[in-house]
T-cell receptor, first 113, second 115 residues
């Protein structure tokens, strides 16, 4: 039973356009959400996060939106750049404590020139 | 800051052999996590430690898997005996004060192939 779902295994976007990656979750106890980016042969690296008390968090070209009622979050990248081509993982945690993150299966973003 | 260091990067072994994966967390981090990545299941948490103490090992798939953290700078994940279905990329990650507002820092992983 996947508690964090990324339903698009891959996404292709033209350079300069907006990339929108989606994530749904089922556990209403999750109160903190994170996005990680992963290049081949490397470990995931932290990108951006959002607390459940907010509905938007922005960091440069990256913005995460949270819709708690829909149990849905999205990552917007604008403008998309070739270096953004990677696998993006959505992750969630509950309680703000030391528990492990629950990850989605990832979305492979391909930025086309 | 050297980051989380995992060894080996690649491991190829025959079914039935013992496999030991190693991890050195970032100095000063008090939480350490072992994850496994497969195509079918994505990134799964296997076990995590706080201050060298195992907190939750419910993700460990079978008794063939065991993990230790003898001190704050070293952890091992052992599979004995290994099976072909254990083939995956195993990641170690560390953080300070658990997760909360402190993101996980991942190593580059160990790609395990069991033939």
């Amino acid at each position: 039973d996947q508690q964090v779902k990324q339903n698009s295994p891959s996404l292709s976007v033209q350079e300069g356009r907006i990339s929108i990656l989606n994530c749904d979750y089922t556990n209403s106890m999750f109160d903190y959400f994170l996005w990680y980016k992963k290049y081949p042969a490397e470990g995931p690296t932290f990108l951006i996060s959002i607390s459940s008390i907010k509905d938007k968090n922005e960091d440069g070209r990256f913005t995460v939106f949270l819709n708690k009622s829909a149990k849905h979050l999205s990552l917007h990248i604008v403008p998309s750049q070739p270096g953004d081509s990677a696998v993006y993982f959505c992750a969630a945690i509950q309680g703000g404590g030391a528990d492990g993150l629950t990850f989605g299966k990832g979305t492979h973003l391909i930025i086309q020139p | 800051d050297a980051g989380v260091i995992q060894s080996p990067r690649h491991e190829v072994t025959e079914m039935g052999q013992e496999v030991t994966l190693r991890c050195k967390p970032i100095s000063g981090h008090n939480s350490l996590f072992w994850y496994r990545q497969t195509m079918m299941r994505g990134l799964e948490l296997l076990i995590y430690f706080n201050n060298n103490v195992p907190i939750d090992d419910s993700g460990m798939p079978e008794d063939r898997f065991s993990a230790k953290m003898p001190n704050a700078s070293f952890s091992t994940l052992k599979i004995q005996p290994s099976e072909p279905r254990d083939s995956a990329v195993y990641f170690c990650a560390s953080s300070s004060q658990g997760h909360g507002n402190s993101p996980l820092h991942f190593g580059n992983g160990t790609r395990l192939t069991v033939t």
